[in-house]
C-alpha cells in the first residue's frame, strides 16, 4: 500500500458533520451575530454569471470548418516530419520551446503525435538520456529538440554521455539565424551563429540546413551517420525561419527524400585477422577482454562462439552485455596477469586493462604497474580509432598494441571465428580442452566466494548493497527482465550474482560518467521496454536522481512501467573517499558530518524523502525502507503496481557501497 493509501480518508459529509458536532456547545451565542452581519453586508456578485442566450446558442451549434491556413501553403515543419516518418523514428523525448514550435505544432496536428510521439520532459538533459537508453534497447535512435544556446548547454552532458558510449542520439536544435527578423530580447540571446558548436567536439557530425531540401538531405544523413558504427550522436540546427515560412512553387514540386540504406559496418583487415587468429591459436593461455562488443544480440553468440572454440577466459568490462555471466568462461580482470595474449574487443580503455593504477603515489601522485607479462602478445579490434577527436580525452592513455585493427569488433567477430577454425593445430586439442577444466573449476570457486561476501551484513540496517541487489532479483527472477540502470555503485552486485545471459539484462552504465544519466536512461529504456511488453527495474543511486528529477513526471504522464529501487546511501560515496583519503594522506582529520564523511558530501540533514518526491510526480512509492525484513513485502507489493502499466519506487537506505 503507498504511502497515499496510509493516509485517514473522511468524506465531505463526515468532515462537515464532525465541525457540527464540535462547534455545537458554543452554537447558540454566535448564530444571531453572524445572521445580522449577513444582513448587513452588501450584495456579492455571483463567482459565474449565468449564460446569455446568445453563449447557449454558441455552445450547442456545431462548429463552422477551420478556415484555409494563413500560412499561405504547407509549413517547412511539415515537411520535415515526412522526412523523419520515413526512418520510423517512434518518439521525441524533449522539452517545449519557441526556437522549434513550428516543428512541435507539425509534430503533434500534421504528424497526429504518431511516428514521432511528443514525449515530454522537464529537462534536455532527460531527452538526450531517455534516447540514449531507449536506443539500448530497441537498436534503434530517437530524436530530441533543443532550444536555441541554453537548451543545447543544458544537454551538453547527456550529449557527452552519448558519446563515450557510442550510442547514436539525433538532436536538433532550434536556432533564429536571421538577426533582421528574429524577435528581440531573450530570442535574440537564446540564438548563435552556430550552435553546433557548443557540442562538436562530442558528435559525429553536425550540419545547418539553409533549405528544405538540405534539410531532407542532411537529416537522412544524420542519421546514417549515427548508425554506423562507431555509433554516436549527431547534431541538426534548425533554423526557426526555415520551419515557418511555407512550400512554394517551384521549388516545393522539385523537393524528395533520400531513402536510407545503412552502410556496412567497417571489418577488419584480411591480412590483420589472421594474424591475430595464428597468436590466439598458439596461445598457451589466451585472455579475450571486452566493453562494447556486442552492440546487437547476435554479437553475445559471436563471442561465445570465438571463446569456446579457444576456451579462453572472457573478462566483460560491462560498457554493454557482451557474455552471459552464467558462462563458465566468465571471469575477472586478475586473469590476464597470466595471459600471454590478451584480445581487446572495442575496449575504451586497452591501457588499464593490463596496467593497473594507485592512486596513493608521493604527492599524491599514482603508481602504474603492469598487468601482463613483457612477453604478452596484444591485439585490438575497434571502432573507436575511427573517431577520434583531440580535444575530449575519452580515449585514455596510449598503449602499444601487437595487432591493430581499426574496425567494428562484432562485424568482423565472424572472419576471426572462421581464420581461429583454420589457423587451430590438431596437437593442440588437449592443451584447450584442459584449459576449459582449469576455467570451469576456476568459475565455481569465484561463485563461492562472491555468495559468502554478499552474505556479510545481510541482517543489518541500513541495508547492505547485497541484500538490496538480491532481494530485487528474487523479486522479478520469474519474468522477463530488463536491468534498465543501475549507477549506484552497489559493488557490482548485479553483474556478480543475477544470471544475465541476454543483451537486455544489462545495457551497461552511462559512458561518460555524468551524474544524472540513471533516471533519465532508465525510462528511456523502460519506454523501449514497455513496447516489447519486458519487465523494467532499475538500482537508481540518490545524488543521480537529484540531477533531474523531473524524469519521474515524464514517466508518470506516458504511463511508463519502471520499478525503480533507490540505493539511498545518502550521500555521494565516491567523493567521501576521495576527501578521506587526501585526509589520510595528509595525516589530517576530516571534519566530519554526521556519519557520512567530510562537508560536502552528504545527503543528509535534511534527508531528502524520495518516495514523497516520486509520489509528488504520480508514481507509487514506499519508504524510508531500513529493516531488510521490510524489503521482500514492499517489492512485491511496488512489482503488482509495475504490472499494471505504472512506474513505481521504493526509497531504500543502504550502506555506502
Not at 404 to 416: F, G, H
Request: glycine share 8%; proline share 7%; charged share 20%.
Amino acid at each position: 500500500m503507498s504511502n497515499k493509501d496510509q493516509q485517514p480518508k473522511s468524506g465531505r459529509r463526515q468532515f462537515i458533520g464532525g465541525v457540527i458536532a464540535a462547534g455545537a456547545a458554543g452554537a447558540a451565542s454566535t448564530v444571531a451575530p453572524q445572521v445580522a452581519q449577513a444582513a448587513n453586508a452588501p450584495a456579492r456578485a455571483p463567482s459565474a454569471l449565468p449564460p446569455s442566450p446568445r453563449t447557449v446558442a454558441f455552445e450547442t451549434q456545431v462548429p463552422a470548418p477551420l478556415a484555409a491556413s494563413r500560412v499561405g501553403g504547407k509549413p517547412g515543419s511539415d515537411f520535415m516530419i515526412d522526412v523523419m516518418k520515413t526512418l520510423d523514428i517512434k518518439y521525441a523525448p524533449s522539452n517545449c520551446a519557441s526556437s522549434f514550435r513550428a516543428l512541435h505544432e507539425s509534430m503533434i496536428n500534421y504528424g497526429n503525435n504518431k511516428m514521432p510521439e511528443y514525449i515530454s520532459c522537464m529537462h534536455e538533459e532527460s531527452g538526450v538520456a531517455m534516447g540514449q537508453g531507449y536506443f539500448k534497447i530497441a537498436g534503434k535512435p530517437l530524436i530530441t529538440m533543443c532550444h536555441g544556446t541554453v537548451g543545447l548547454q543544458h544537454a551538453a552532458m547527456a550529449v557527452y554521455n552519448a558519446w563515450c558510449d557510442r550510442t547514436p542520439v539525433i538532436i536538433i536544435g532550434g536556432n533564429d539565424l536571421d538577426a533582421a527578423s528574429r524577435p528581440p530580447g531573450v530570442p535574440t540571446y537564446h540564438s548563435a551563429q552556430d550552435i553546433n558548436a557548443l557540442v562538436r567536439d562530442f558528435t559525429k557530425w553536425d550540419d545547418t540546413p539553409t533549405t528544405l531540401q538540405h534539410f531532407s538531405q542532411s537529416f537522412v544523413r544524420a542519421y546514417k551517420i549515427a548508425m554506423t558504427p562507431p555509433y554516436g550522436p549527431v547534431a541538426i540546427s534548425l533554423d526557426a525561419g526555415l520551419q515557418q515560412e511555407p512550400m512554394r512553387a517551384p521549388h516545393s514540386e522539385a523537393l524528395y527524400i533520400p531513402k536510407y540504406i545503412p552502410t556496412t559496418p567497417p571489418q577488419g583487415d584480411s591480412g590483420a585477422v589472421k594474424e591475430a587468429a595464428r597468436l590466439l591459436a598458439n596461445a598457451d593461455n589466451p585472455v579475450i577482454a571486452v566493453d562494447r562488443c556486442a552492440r546487437t544480440p547476435a554479437g553475445i553468440g559471436l563471442l561465445v562462439q570465438l571463446a569456446e572454440l579457444l576456451q579462453a577466459r572472457v573478462v566483460d568490462q560491462g560498457g554493454r552485455m557482451n557474455f552471459p555471466k552464467t558462462h563458465y568462461l566468465s571471469s575477472a580482470l586478475p586473469v590476464v596477469a597470466n595471459a600471454d595474449v590478451v584480445l581487446g574487443l572495442e575496449l575504451s580503455d586497452f591501457w588499464a586493462v593490463v596496467n593497473s593504477f594507485t592512486d596513493n603515489g608521493v604527492h599524491g601522485i599514482g603508481v602504474n604497474n603492469p598487468r601482463v607479462k613483457d612477453s604478452a602478445k596484444l591485439i585490438s579490434i575497434n571502432s573507436g580509432e575511427l573517431n577520434t577527436k583531440a580535444n575530449y580525452q575519452d580515449f585514455q592513455r596510449f598503449q602499444v598494441v601487437d595487432v591493430q585493427m581499426a574496425a567494428d569488433a562484432e562485424a568482423t567477430l565472424p572472419a576471426l571465428i572462421e581464420a581461429v577454425k583454420a589457423a587451430l593445430p590438431a596437437s593442440r586439442k588437449d592443451a584447450i580442452a584442459k584449459r576449459g577444466e582449469a576455467a570451469r573449476k576456476a568459475y565455481a570457486e569465484a561463485k563461492i566466494r562472491t555468495r559468502e561476501a554478499a552474505a556479510l551484513a545481510w541482517n543489518t540496517s541500513p541495508i547492505s548493497t547485497a541484500r538490496l541487489c538480491m532481494e530485487t532479483f528474487a523479486a522479478i527472477k520469474g519474468m522477463d527482465w530488463s536491468l534498465v540502470a543501475s549507477e549506484g555503485n552497489v559493488s557490482n552486485w548485479p553483474a556478480r550474482l543475477w544470471p544475465m545471459e541476454k543483451h537486455y539484462h544489462w545495457l551497461g552504465r552511462s559512458g561518460g560518467y555524468g551524474v544524472g544519466y540513471g533516471a533519465p536512461a532508465s525510462v528511456g529504456a523502460a519506454l523501449a521496454n514497455r513496447d516489447l511488453g519486458r519487465f523494467s527495474v532499475s538500482i537508481q543511486s540518490d545524488g543521480d536522481l537529484m540531477y533531474a528529477p523531473g524524469v519521474l513526471w515524464t514517466a508518470a504522464k506516458h504511463k511508463i512501467p519502471l520499478l525503480a529501487v533507490m540505493h539511498n546511501n545518502r550521500g555521494y560515496h565516491q567523493e567521501v573517499m576521495h576527501i578521506q583519503r587526501l585526509s589520510n594522506f595528509r595525516n589530517r582529520l576530516p571534519t566530519m558530518d554526521g556519519d557520512m564523511g567530510p562537508v560536502g558530501t552528504s545527503i543528509e540533514r535534511p534527508d531528502i524523502e524520495y518516495h514523497k518526491l516520486a509520489e509528488s510526480m504520480g508514481w507509487w512509492a514506499k519508504g524510508p525502507i531500513k529493516d531488510p525484513a521490510q524489503l521482500g513485502p514492499a517489492l512485491k507489493e511496488a512489482i503488482a503496481v509495475v504490472k499494471s502499466g505504472q512506474p513505481a519506487l521504493l526509497n531504500v537506505w543502504t550502506q555506502p557501497r
